[in-house]
C-alpha cells in the first residue's frame, strides 16, 4: 500500500472556539484524542461518553469543552488524526525505496505496523459509515489520491503496466491491503485482546508475487490476458 509523500504535518491545533494552543494545550488535546482512539475501539461511537474519554485521559469533563465542542467532534477529529498518521507512516517507510514494487512492500509494512499498533483505525474507520459518512470518504480519498498519483508517475516511468487505470488499481490494492491486515492482524488477537505485533511470516512476500504480477508491464503489443494475439495459424482463419 504505498503513497506519494503524503507526510504533511497536522495543522494547527486549535481550541473548541478556533483560537489556536499553547504547547500545553496542544499536549492535552493530544491526550484527549489518544483517550478517545482508546474508548471508541473499545466501547464503540454509541456506548463511548465525553465523561469515559475524560476520565481515561485523567483530564476534568470542563477542560474537554475548551478544545472540542461535542462526541461527534472529538470522533471526527480521530478519524482525521489517524487518517494522517496512517499516512505519515506509509510515507517513512516508503522512503529511500527505489522502483515501484519495493516501494509498494515498504508501504504496506509500513501500513501494517500502523495497524497492529493502533487496531482502533479499523472499528473507528467503519463506524465513520454510520456516525459521519463524510468522515469515511475524506479518510479513503486522501489514501487513495496519492496512491493513483503515485501509480501515474510509475506509469510514466515504466515501472507499472500504463494499460492499469490507476484509479481501479489503487482502490484495489488499498482494499486488499485492508483486508489482509485485518484476517492476520485485527482477527489474530490473543486472550487479552492483543493483536500480532507483525504479519505472519511469509505472508507478505505472497501479497508481493500478486502485486507484481498485477502490477508488471506487459509485453510490447499491450495486448490485455483478453486479447492476447492470435497464433499464426489462427492469423488468417
Not at 477529529?77 to 515498504?106: P, W, Y
Not at 493502533?118 to 479513503?140: C, D, G, N
Request: glycine share 10%.
Amino acid at each position: 500500500m504505498s503513497t506519494t509523500d503524503q507526510s504533511e504535518q497536522a495543522p494547527a491545533a486549535l481550541s473548541a472556539s478556533g483560537k489556536p494552543l499553547t504547547k500545553r494545550g496542544e499536549t492535552t488535546r493530544r491526550k484527549l484524542l489518544e483517550a478517545a482512539e482508546d474508548v471508541f475501539a473499545r466501547l464503540g461511537y454509541h456506548e463511548a461518553s465525553i465523561v469515559k474519554i475524560t476520565e481515561s485521559a485523567g483530564i476534568g469533563l470542563g477542560t474537554f469543552y475548551l478544545y472540542f465542542d461535542s462526541k461527534q467532534q472529538v470522533f471526527e477529529e480521530l478519524v482525521l488524526d489517524l487518517n494522517r498518521r496512517v499516512r505519515h507512516a506509509m510515507s517513512e517507510a516508503m522512503a529511500g525505496t527505489s522502483g515501484r514494487i519495493e516501494a509498494e512492500r515498504a508501504g504496506f509494512e509500513g501500513f501494517f505496523r500502523f495497524t497492529a499498533e493502533h487496531p482502533a483505525l479499523y472499528r473507528v474507520v467503519r463506524e465513520a459509515e454510520f456516525v459521519s459518512p463524510e468522515m469515511l470518504r475524506l479518510h479513503y480519498t486522501r489514501i487513495v489520491d496519492g496512491y493513483e498519483a503515485g501509480l501515474r508517475a510509475a506509469q510514466h516511468d515504466g515501472d507499472v503496466d500504463d494499460a492499469l487505470d490507476p484509479e481501479v488499481t489503487a482502490w484495489a490494492l488499498m482494499g486488499a491491503g485492508e483486508l489482509i491486515g485485518m484476517r492476520f492482524l485485527l482477527w489474530e488477537r490473543d486472550d487479552a485482546g492483543n493483536a500480532p505485533a507483525a504479519m505472519p511470516e511469509g505472508t507478505i512476500d505472497h501479497l508481493m508475487r500478486f502485486i507484481q504480477g498485477g502490477l508488471a508491464v506487459r509485453g510490447a503489443t499491450g495486448a490485455s490476458p483478453r486479447e492476447s494475439p492470435r497464433s499464426e495459424g489462427e492469423a488468417d482463419a
